[in-house]
């Protein structure tokens, strides 16, 4: 069994929340595609 996740970093500059979860999103879809288990970032 393997989990990936998506992790999206805050930088303190305004952004709407909706772009964060889109970038931690993005994030996710790239380590499954790549098919590995890791994180990113």
Do not use: C, N, P, W
Not at 10 to 32: F, P, Q
């Amino acid at each position: 069994m393997t989990a990936s996740f998506g992790i999206a970093a805050y930088d303190g500059v305004a952004i709407a929340a909706h772009a964060l979860v889109a970038r931690a999103d993005a994030a996710l879809y790239a380590e499954k595609h790549a098919g590995q288990v890791r994180a990113r970032v």
